[in-house]
Nanobody, 119 residues
Framework: QVQLVESGGGLAQAGGSLRLSCAAS????????IGWYRQAPGKQRELLAA???????KYADAAKGRFTISRDYAKNTVYLQLNTLKPEDTAVYYC???????WGPGDYWGQGTQVTVSS
């Protein structure tokens, strides 16, 4: 059973930054892909960024140039650095893991962390 725990969300002003963390139970080497998604009220959950075991990354247009995904194998943690935040970034942010091929999403989700950006 995979457990994922997100943290780092909160209230930020427009133009500000936050760093989200996703801590996994056990080694993140197990996963082919770890991704960050978000879901705003009334909207579908969307992929923001993902990192593959070979180091390749994928970003959604909404994330390019502002968000950065990274990982720390020693801490079994994946991060999402959020810069230049906008009010439309307000959402619950989730991490997800995938064992198989492709970019996901896989079967395992964290509980999410709320990000609220004020104008």
């Amino acid at each position: 059973q995979v457990q994922l725990v997100e943290s780092g969300g909160g209230l930020a002003q427009a133009g500000g930054s936050l760093r989200l963390s996703c801590a996994a139970s056990g080694s993140i080497w197990r996963f082919n892909v770890i991704g960050w998604y978000r879901q705003a009220p009334g909207k579908q959950r969307e992929l923001l960024a993902a990192i593959r075991s070979d180091g390749n990354t994928k970003y959604a247009d909404a994330a390019k140039g502002r968000f950065t995904i990274s990982r720390d194998y020693a801490k079994n943690t994946v991060y999402l650095q959020l810069n230049t935040l906008k009010p439309e970034d307000t959402a619950v942010y989730y991490c997800n893991t995938l064992y198989g091929q492709g970019w996901g999403p896989g079967d395992y989700w964290g509980q999410g962390t709320q990000v609220t950006v004020s104008s």
